[in-house]
Antibody, heavy 117, light 110 residues
Framework: EVQLLESGGGLVQPGGSLRLSCAAS????????MSWVRQAPGKGLEWVST?????YYADSVKGRFTISRDHSKNTLYLQMNSLRAEDTAVYYC?????????????WGQGTLVTVSS | QSALTQPASVSGSPGQSITISCTGT?????????VSWYQQHPGKAPKLMIY???NRPSGVSNRFSGSKSGNTASLTISGLQAEDEADYYC??????????FGGGTKVTVL
């Protein structure tokens, strides 16, 4: 059974940093692109970043966020720096359906990041 | 990376059919068949309902169908049921190899 478990969320001051983790199990982690998607309170979904053989970022986080993965630990990361109030959201990690299939077929339950002084 | 355009809300009575539109540009929806749809109930993670414009993952009811014409993709729910009341989001890959979601549509079953 595929499982994705996010952690690392919390309250951080504007300008601060936070690292999110997503522990994956139930599939061959190294074979799939992985992504972060966020949802601000009461708002819609926003794609944040994807990692496959390369990394890709939304303009809103480019230069501030870094996506990475550790195949030995089956874990996806999102390093978030220079955080702003508008980064407040539930952050989901999601797995792609397959190689060349950019669809999110499994999602974690999300971790809440609150940026506030 | 502008969000795809969806109606804010759509409603229908049980048993009816409804259609949600998702309008983008030739750089996303119109340029590729990498369109997917997600259902999200309150407080829950999204669920993949349609991928590659019109394909249903295993376990998704055949009451859900997808299509595309030009820069607009559509999700149709036939035989509307109370459990279909949720938020629905479209998503497309883009020419920049990024991904973009629609703003979301709240479906209400009257």
């Amino acid at each position: 059974e595929v499982q994705l478990l996010e952690s690392g969320g919390g309250l951080v001051q504007p300008g601060g940093s936070l690292r999110l983790s997503c522990a994956a199990s139930g599939f061959t982690f190294s074979s799939y692109a992985m992504s972060w998607v966020r949802q601000a309170p009461g708002k819609g979904l926003e794609w944040v970043s994807t990692i496959s053989t390369s990394t890709y970022y939304a303009d809103s986080v480019k230069g501030r966020f870094t996506i990475s993965r550790d195949h030995s630990k089956n874990t996806l990361y999102l390093q978030m720096n220079s955080l702003r109030a508008e980064d407040t959201a539930v952050y989901y990690c999601a797995k792609d359906l397959g190689r060349g299939e950019p669809y999110f077929d499994y999602w974690g339950q999300g971790t809440l990041v609150t940026v506030s002084s | 990376q502008s969000a795809l355009t969806q109606p804010a809300s759509v409603s229908g009575s049980p048993g009816q059919s409804i259609t949600i539109s998702c309008t983008g540009t030739s750089s996303d929806v119109g340029g590729y068949n990498y369109v997917s749809w997600y259902q999200q109930h309150p407080g829950k993670a999204p669920k993949l309902m349609i991928y590659e414009v019109s394909n249903r993952p295993s376990g998704v009811s055949n009451r859900f169908s997808g299509s595309k014409s030009g820069n607009t993709a559509s999700l149709t729910i036939s035989g509307l049921q109370a459990e279909d009341e949720a938020d629905y989001y479209c998503c497309s890959s883009t020419s920049s190899i990024t991904r973009v979601f629609g703003g979301g549509t709240k479906v209400t079953v009257l």
